[in-house]
């Protein structure tokens, strides 16, 4: 088999292939969404990509006077299909990596498709063409291999956080455009010879598309974790002040009961001698005297769950100490401890909104 036959029926849909390295950066940040196991994914996906290049090259076949972007469009429809299917994140999220992927990984391929119809016009050798393309595969393994560690870290967090779908709606007309941007660059390159200084304007018009989206992707990441963050020092604060308030009210009990003990011989010394003289009614009145100055237990019992009890205790004494007026009834299954503690930190926000409102 010649070169050219070779590069023909097995590169002439080369760009497929950043399908992979697009596919190993959607799911990083997913990596606690899957439906599925993580084997059963990759076989899928495998099996999409081979059974979708295949189709890529019969419809070629058939219709050979076809865009090749054009007929890339149902590829993209079909791998975006099981990729929503495979998660449990939300539509937005699962849409706005998607696109963030296809998008960083479709920078190496137009570039390497602007070079060609600058170097390679036509791409009358075609040794070069298969040059061009090794190394336009090369790149988009090398974005996957950068990018991955912020996806799978950052992403993910943003992914079990970042829960407002409009926020991930509001990513995607800008992703969108440069995609398509790049694109119609990448696809008019052929014509660059008939613009006053195209080649010079094309690349800089592409490297500049390509600069700012890497740095508005990083400046979302950046800003998100970073009002995250925020949200964990604030749900931490109010975790420290609920536990300086039970540690005070233990105290403050400890250091009652520490007196009353110290008392008590007192007490049942008073008790006899009072008992000695007959003085029933003195002895009810002095025990009555005594239970009252009893310290009670401070911590109320709401439900068996004691985190979510001492939020309840914390923001319930506040709201005694302004004068509300509350009602308390908790229904609550069994827990994991990371749902006790998102709970707890919904419930705390509620609370002391509901406070303030009432203020």
């Known amino acids: 088999m010649s070169l050219s036959v070779f590069m023909k029926y097995f590169f002439s849909y080369y760009t497929a292939l950043g399908f992979i390295p697009a596919a190993i950066l959607c799911y990083m940040p997913m990596k606690n969404q899957l439906r599925f196991p993580i084997k059963r994914i990759v076989r899928d996906c495998a099996i999409l990509f081979v059974g979708s290049y295949i189709g890529l090259q019969l419809v070629d076949y058939k219709f050979p006077w076809m865009n090749e972007t054009v007929m890339l469009i149902p590829f993209l429809v079909i791998v975006f299909i099981y990729y929503i299917f495979s998660v449990k994140a939300l539509l937005s999220q699962c849409t706005a990596f998607f696109v963030a992927a296809c998008t960083l990984c479709a920078i190496p391929a137009c570039f390497m498709s602007l070079l060609s119809g600058i170097f390679n016009p036509g791409d009358a050798n075609l040794v070069i063409t298969f040059v061009y393309e090794l190394i336009e595969i090369g790149l988009m393994i090398l974005i996957c291999v950068l990018f991955m560690p912020a996806f799978r870290t950052n992403g993910a967090i943003l992914v079990e956080n970042l829960q407002q779908p409009w926020i991930w709606n509001a990513t995607l007309p800008f992703s969108i455009l440069v995609y398509v941007l790049l694109v119609v660059i990448s696809l008019d390159r052929y014509h660059l010879t008939e613009v006053l200084m195209g ?28 009002i995250i963050q925020e949200e964990r020092f604030r749900t931490r604060d109010v975790v420290y002040r609920i536990q300086k308030k039970q540690y005070e009210d233990v105290q ?108």
């Not at 018009?205 to 990441?221: D, G, H, N, P, Q």
């Open 199 to 226: 080649r010079e304007l094309f690349i800089t018009l592409f490297a500049s598309l390509s600069v700012l989206y890497i740095i508005s992707v990083v400046f979302f990441a950046s800003v998100s974790g970073h």
């Open 252 to 359: 403050n009990f400890l250091d009652r009961m520490h007196i009353f003990r110290h008392d008590t011989r007192h007490v049942m010394r008073t008790i006899g001698e009072l008992a000695q003289k007959g003085d029933s009614e003195a002895i009810l009145d002095y025990l009555n005297e005594k239970e009252l100055a009893m310290p009670n237990t401070p911590v109320r019992t709401f439900c068996e769950n004691s985190i979510l009890n001492a939020v309840l205790n914390f923001y319930l004494e506040e709201a005694e100490r302004r004068e509300i007026v509350y009602d308390v009834k908790i229904d609550l299954p069994k827990l994991t401890d990371r749902q006790t503690v998102n709970l707890s930190s919904l419930l705390a926000n509620l609370l002391e909104n509901a406070i303030l409102a009432c203020q």
